[in-house]
């Protein structure tokens, strides 16, 4: 199972705090997390912003999960795969 989180470029800290609650469960549900950035429009120019915010994601669910593959840009998404860590 897949679940994905969707963020802006420009999220701000609440919506991000919220969305990594959602992500947070997911994981320890033991689903996959699919976090991606969409850029619409000219927002592209912030690609390093979403890098950055998908990193500190990672960083931050590192006790819950880890990083299947790192973001990268495909098209207009930044995607990055969190796999759940074996429940002991």
Do not use: C
């Not at 897949?2 to 470029?9: L, M, Q, S, T, Y």
């Not at 919220?18 to 996959?32: C, V």
């Not at 592209?44 to 973001?71: C, N, R, S, T």
């Amino acid at each position: 199972m897949v679940k994905e989180i969707r963020f802006g470029p420009q999220t701000d800290d609440h919506d991000y705090e919220f969305k990594k609650k959602h992500a947070i469960k997911f994981l320890q549900d033991g689903a996959k997390l699919k976090a991606y950035v969409f850029f619409k429009g000219r927002s592209i120019v912030f690609k390093e912003q979403g890098q950055i915010l998908l990193l500190k994601l990672a960083q931050e669910l590192e006790d819950y999960g880890k990083v299947e593959q790192m973001p990268k840009l495909e098209g207009k998404r930044m995607i990055m795969f969190i796999a759940p860590k074996k429940v002991k």
